[in-house]
């Protein structure tokens, strides 16, 4: 315990003692963070001329958030791992802590503004391409951004003054304590707001959706929903989960686990839930994969006459 002075290092426990189990680990955490399809989900938006729509647009962005918001916390972890150094300054602790806050509550919103972007399409189809404009689309994402800076900002800069004389350990490889210190401000109006936005725009889809004639129409509508939906269940579910009692110490284990799952396996599953319910997304990586298979084969067709 220190008392007497402030503290200016913590001393992060982590997931696990045993030495093969951080083998594990590391290895693990290491495949999800490289084996990731958000850059080629990144990728195929950007190139493929198919995927221009709103709805893609959007998808882009939640993939560059999910990557940064995985970056804002893994290497650090690894790192820990790796060398045996389990302390981290404290300046270095409030950075990651903006960072990691900044793009996990921009990530909320967006989900958000993607439930508009699909009720939009479902309810008012004629009038997609006019309200989902390239322009209101830029508008919205910048909002996100916005609000998460806005959200997270006050609280930081009020723990900014706070002076540690306690315990310099830390049992939790997200740092709970300090992340709890601002979810606790900031997560009733993020999730408030967000999951009101989410569950409106779904309410009134399956309104829509069940007016719908045929059966056909019900399971195209349906479909075009259910990435989404299935995303959304689990940022939201893990998220109230761990933090509808941040306090207790006896789930502190399990919460490291829902927070391993938030952190990377998430954000590793989400392209790929995307991409096996999206036939458009399908093609467009079916497409490439086809183009660069044509431009490897004239490569080598080129050498082989030279």
């Not at 990651?96 to 990530?107: K, N, S």
């Not at 919103?109 to 006019?130: E, N, Q, W």
């Not at 998460?148 to 723990?159: A, D, K, N, S, Y």
């Not at 009733?188 to 829509?208: A, D, G, N, P």
């Amino acid at each position: 315990m220190m008392r007497n002075h402030t503290i200016t290092t913590f001393i992060l426990l982590g997931l696990t003692d045993d030495p093969q189990m951080k083998t594990l680990v590391f290895i693990f955490l290491c495949l999800t963070y490289i084996i990731t399809g958000n850059l080629t989900i990144i990728t195929l938006t950007l190139v493929d001329s198919h995927l221009k729509a709103p709805m893609y647009y959007f998808l882009q962005n939640f993939a560059l958030l999910e990557i940064s918001f995985t970056s804002a916390c893994l290497p650090r972890y690894l790192y820990n791992i790796a060398t045996g150094d389990r302390s981290i300054t404290y300046n270095i602790c409030v950075i990651q802590v903006f960072f990691t806050d900044v793009f996990g509550v921009t990530e909320f919103f967006l989900l958000g503004a993607m439930s508009y972007d699909r009720y939009v399409a479902i309810c008012k189809p004629l009038h997609y391409m006019t309200i989902m404009s390239s322009r209101v689309c830029r508008r919205l994402v910048l909002c996100c951004w916005i609000s998460g800076l806005l959200i997270i900002l006050p609280p930081l800069t009020l723990f900014l003054d706070m002076k540690f004389c306690d315990s310099n350990v830390i049992d939790y490889f997200f740092y709970t304590w300090l992340i709890e210190q601002l979810v606790i401000v900031c997560a009733v109006l993020t999730f408030i707001l967000t999951l009101v936005c989410v569950v409106l725009s779904y309410l009134y889809i399956l309104k829509t959706i069940l007016r719908f004639p045929s059966a056909q129409q019900r399971k195209r509508a349906f479909s075009t929903c259910s990435s989404h939906m299935i995303v959304v269940s689990i940022t939201y579910g893990s998220c109230i989960f761990i933090y509808i009692k941040p306090s207790a110490k006896e789930s502190v284990a399990i919460n490291k686990a829902v927070t391993l799952l938030m952190t990377s396996i998430a954000p590793m599953l989400n392209p790929f839930i995307y991409t096996l319910r999206n036939k458009q997304v399908r093609q467009a990586f079916s497409d490439s994969f086809k183009k660069l298979k044509l431009i490897r084969d004239i490569r080598i067709r080129s050498k082989s006459k030279t």
